[in-house]
């Protein structure tokens, strides 16, 4: 007997690619004669976390490849692309630079370098605007315009023959940082202490977000870079297997794994529920360990290190060639796109060239989001650029929007963000000492520091109450005086 699925993120797949059911699901045991049974029943029964929500996809073009954008004519390059130090300018005003070259410097161990994305000379190093509305010391480049995709500035390297400590030293030269949107430091994420040994890496290939497909294409794509990414990430932290997690909705990113996967079975890749915030580390720890991270605690201190997909395809791909990140796979999306896809895009690169090369020219009252809608952080100026962080652009044209979504009213009590909160927190509680400004109670008592603003109390209050930029402003507050 022969069963079709259609994945919502691509075409119809056999049943014989679907993951094999999980042990426990004891229902599905001794049936011979159907096996695809057992993989559909598997795929409305996976493993997961408590509550969450499940929005509109909004994925399109997901049969679309990824494309290049063509060079701007200007880069901004923010020293601080990352959390930890600021890099330093190795460049200085006047000079010329070739793709690839390094042009700023790590500072410690909680920095990362900068590599030019295009070939070019400096124009500036000077505050310019970013993202979080901070004017940052950029580096201003001045694009040549016989500039081509190929890296002129690059130092291959056997990484087979490489310790964990050289290993990790070359992820920082680099320049990787976590490109799911965090942007820690990868080299510093790798870099566990002795008194936590790993064990199991997961790979976070969930891009739960609505709208973002760009690590989707990825994995569909650069498999190989993926799987030589994942072996990098291993032997630097010492673990001896890891798990890729895909959402369910993406089976034919699971069927492109599959023929790279290595026969010992020390990668393996797994499917999970689609549901949001799947892709959060403590919800995909969750889901495919069935372990929970205490409160206050890390992933490392149960022997466990998450990486994201786009980071470690990355990885696989530039640490032999020994060549820097300068650019990553950004999602255009939204109604004020008119070319939607999937995009290498230089870091730099600022909003107003991205849209006078793929923006919508009837789109003039627009809202742009750096991101997913969800998380997101929404910029008012074109000049903001695209960092290593930078994983979507996505377009809305202002008159579209609702204008019911921009009054608020009291809360009525309903539960819905109670149920919806995959922290098990009481953001009904939490909003209402907002706005009293009790923010040593919302720390103390209801524990705000266990939020991470995936947004879930906002999306479905029927009150319209921004619960989350509550809880943002509240942790902003309590920084300046004690860490939560």
Known sequence: MSLTFHSEAGLAKDSSLLPAPSAQLSLTEGVRPFPGLASLFSLWHRASFARGIHPDAHKDKLSDPIRHMPFPSKLVLPLAQHIGKPSLPLVTVGEEVMRGQPIASADGAMSVPIHAPADGVVEAITLMPTARGTWTESIVLRVYEASTQEVRWSNPQDVES????????AVQDCGMVGLGGATFPSHAKLNVPEQHPIHTLIVNGCECEPYL????????ERPQDLIAGTRIAMRAVGAARAIIGVEDNKLDALEAL???LPADGSITARAVATKYPQGAEKMLIKSLLGVDVPAGGLP??????VNNVGTLALLGRLMPAGQGLIERVVTLAGPGIKKPGDYWIPLGTTLRSVLEWAGEPSCTDREIILGGPMMGQAVTSLDVPVTKGTSGILVFDKRMLDPITRNSWACIHCGECVNACPMGLNPTQLG??????EYDEMSDQFHLGDCFECGCCTYVCPSHIPLVQQF???KAFLRERKPL
């Open 432 to 437: 209402m000492l907002a706005a009293k400004r």
């Open 300 to 305: 490392m201190h149960l022997g466990i290190v």
């Open 472 to 474: 943002k402003a509240a």
């Open 162 to 169: 490489l310790g964990p400590q050289q290993l990790i030293a």
């Open 213 to 220: 497909t760009c690590d989707y294409k990825l994995m569909r």
């Open 258 to 260: 599959r023929p790279h």
